[in-house]
């Protein structure tokens, strides 16, 4: 179990941090499912990963978002990156973005949105990976979000992701 849980500024993910930029190529590169292209135009949020369980740091997740407003809330296109010590891997798929009722299950008001995506069945999202990860598996996510200054490109994440992976032979 990773989490998202800060602060982060949006924008192209050309604009991330070098290193990121450079995990995101190499993707790309060994992956015919998985190309930069697609990320054009998305919103891209770089933050660090923790252990649920321990609130260590143990890697850089990056988010590349597409929102369709549907009036209630929000259908998100999602790039998800997890780039950890020992590779990277990305998911690709759709979540529901819903706002809190104010004063119900929101902290206090310190989130406005709740988040999350279950894939179905069989279904395996994960679409390129590098390291000792294989592009086989599935992600879900579940969190909530403060999206209340979005418009200038701030978001506050607080989401758990559960990764179904799979782990290279010999690694």
Known sequence: MLQFL??????AW??????TVATIQSLADE?????????DGLACFEIDFLDASSGVVSGVGVDCLAADDQGDGLIVGAHSFFILPGGAFVANGM????PFFPGVGDAGG????????????????????????????AIRVSGVMNLSEIG????VFNCLWQADVAIAKGA
């Not at 800060?6 to 924008?11: D, E, K, L, N, W």
């Not at 979540?95 to 819903?98: A, D, E, I, K, N």
């Not at 200038?152 to 978001?155: D, I, L, N």
């Open 6 to 11: 800060g602060t982060a500024t949006g924008g």
């Open 14 to 19: 050309s604009d991330l941090s070098a290193g």
């Open 31 to 39: 992956s015919a499912d998985f190309d930069v292209a697609s990320l």
């Open 95 to 98: 979540t529901s973005v819903r």
């Open 110 to 137: 310190e989130y406005t949105h709740m988040t999350g995506s279950v894939p179905g069945g069989d279904e395996d999202n994960i679409i390129a990976a590098t390291g000792q990860f294989e592009d086989v598996g």
């Open 152 to 155: 200038s490109g701030v978001a």
